[in-house]
């Protein structure tokens, strides 16, 4: 009877070492191994749209957070000044005009002439021709200049996107190639997750990829569009002799290296609010047996 409790007993006690080692197994392999991770972030590129000329804002035509498309006024500087410059290079140009028909004359009346006229007076009048003629050019030039100004004073979106952080108000004065209005471009949200380097060997581009946004049940499907080919090197910088500056303290406890992994989402749903910025988690859901791919 005690050899029979014995047996019992040292079978439950070895069935939970081996449930208990399969299980530590299991997590050692999904947490070490596995190609997944808490660190990543949706991203988006932020566009500055900056004015091409400089001016007082007459016009704010959107408001903060709301939604355009490329091509979409965003504001407006006065375009008066602009008006009065286009007004005034077109009557430039007029007067080059009709001087460089008068010059063309004048140097045809001169080739009539034949040999009553001077081989200098000839001369002078094709130089004059000549003059005439780069002289129109150059106002004709002017007349585009202040035509584009006058476009340019109406900023448009040069992307598809979301207008955020907005402070821009009408009398507010603007410099030309100084960002104003922040547009965050919506086609270019990602995914961006940070893996190990010991786990990037089951990593490859195109890879099927599950993304969890932390608050939000629903899950998103993606594929992974690239890897990064470097991040920085904490223990190196540049001497001031033009020589490598290596830290001389070394740590024995060597934590992995977090990689960026760019993840390109597909058909996200509609009642889904992607906001740049948000924390995500990342599972690669089907690794691909060809070699990891560095593009």
Same mark, same amino acid.
């Given at each position: 009877?005690?050899?029979?409790?014995f047996?019992i007993?040292?079978i439950v006690?070895?069935a939970?070492?081996c449930a208990?080692?399969?299980?530590g197994?299991?997590?050692?392999?999904?947490?070490?191994d596995?190609?997944?991770?808490?660190?990543a972030?949706l991203r988006a590129?932020v566009?500055?749209i900056?004015?091409?000329?400089?001016?007082?804002v007459?016009?704010v035509?959107?408001?903060?957070? *709301?939604?355009?498309?490329?091509?979409?006024?965003l504001?407006?500087?006065d #375009?008066?000044r602009?008006?009065? =410059? /286009? +007004?005034?290079?077109?009557a430039?140009?007029e007067?080059?005009r009709?001087?460089?028909?008068?010059a063309?004359?004048?140097?045809?009346r001169?080739?009539r002439l034949?040999?009553?006229?001077?081989? *200098?007076?000839k001369?002078?009048?094709?130089?004059?021709?000549?003059q005439a #003629?780069?002289?129109?050019g150059q =106002? /004709? +030039?002017?007349?585009?200049?202040a035509?584009?100004n006058?476009?340019?004073?109406?900023?448009?979106?040069?992307?598809?996107?979301t207008?955020?952080n907005?402070?821009l108000?009408?009398g507010?004065?603007?410099?030309?190639?100084?960002?104003?209005?922040?547009l965050?471009?919506?086609?270019?949200?990602r995914?961006?997750?940070y893996?190990e380097?010991t786990?990037l060997?089951r990593?490859h581009?195109?890879?099927?990829v599950?993304v969890r946004?932390?608050?939000?049940?629903?899950?998103?499907?993606g594929?992974?569009?690239?890897i990064?080919?470097?991040i920085?090197d904490?223990?190196r910088t540049?001497?001031t002799?033009?020589l490598a500056n290596?830290?001389?303290?070394?740590?024995?406890v060597?934590?992995?290296q977090?990689?960026p992994v760019r993840i390109?989402?597909d058909?996200?749903?509609?009642?889904?609010?992607?906001?740049?910025?948000?924390?995500?988690?990342?599972e690669?859901r089907e690794p691909?047996?060809?070699?990891?791919s560095i593009?």
């Amino acid at each position: 009877m005690n050899t029979l409790k014995f047996s019992i007993r040292l079978i439950v006690t070895l069935a939970f070492v081996c449930a208990a080692f399969y299980v530590g197994r299991g997590l050692w392999v999904h947490y070490m191994d596995e190609p997944w991770t808490r660190d990543a972030r949706l991203r988006a590129d932020v566009v500055g749209i900056a004015p091409d000329v400089s001016g007082l804002v007459s016009e704010v035509d959107v408001q903060d957070n *709301q939604r355009v498309k490329k091509g979409d006024v965003l504001f407006r500087v006065d #375009r008066e000044r602009f008006n009065i =410059a /286009l +007004a005034q290079a077109e009557a430039a140009l007029e007067g080059s005009r009709a001087a460089m028909e008068q010059a063309h004359r004048e140097r045809e009346r001169q080739e009539r002439l034949g040999d009553a006229a001077s081989l *200098q007076q000839k001369e002078q009048a094709r130089t004059a021709e000549d003059q005439a #003629r780069a002289a129109y050019g150059q =106002a /004709l +030039a002017n007349r585009d200049l202040a035509k584009l100004n006058l476009d340019r004073s109406e900023i448009k979106a040069t992307v598809n996107g979301t207008v955020s952080n907005l402070s821009l108000r009408p009398g507010d004065y603007v410099t030309a190639g100084t960002a104003k209005v922040a547009l965050v471009d919506t086609d270019s949200l990602r995914v961006e997750g940070y893996f190990e380097e010991t786990k990037l060997p089951r990593i490859h581009v195109g890879d099927t990829v599950s993304v969890r946004l932390m608050g939000q049940s629903q899950r998103l499907q993606g594929h992974i569009d690239s890897i990064a080919t470097g991040i920085e090197d904490r223990e190196r910088t540049a001497g001031t002799g033009l020589l490598a500056n290596i830290n001389p303290t070394f740590s024995w406890v060597r934590l992995a290296q977090r990689v960026p992994v760019r993840i390109n989402l597909d058909n996200v749903p509609g009642n889904v609010h992607l906001i740049a910025g948000l924390t995500a988690t990342v599972e690669v859901r089907e690794p691909s047996s060809k070699p990891t791919s560095i593009d």
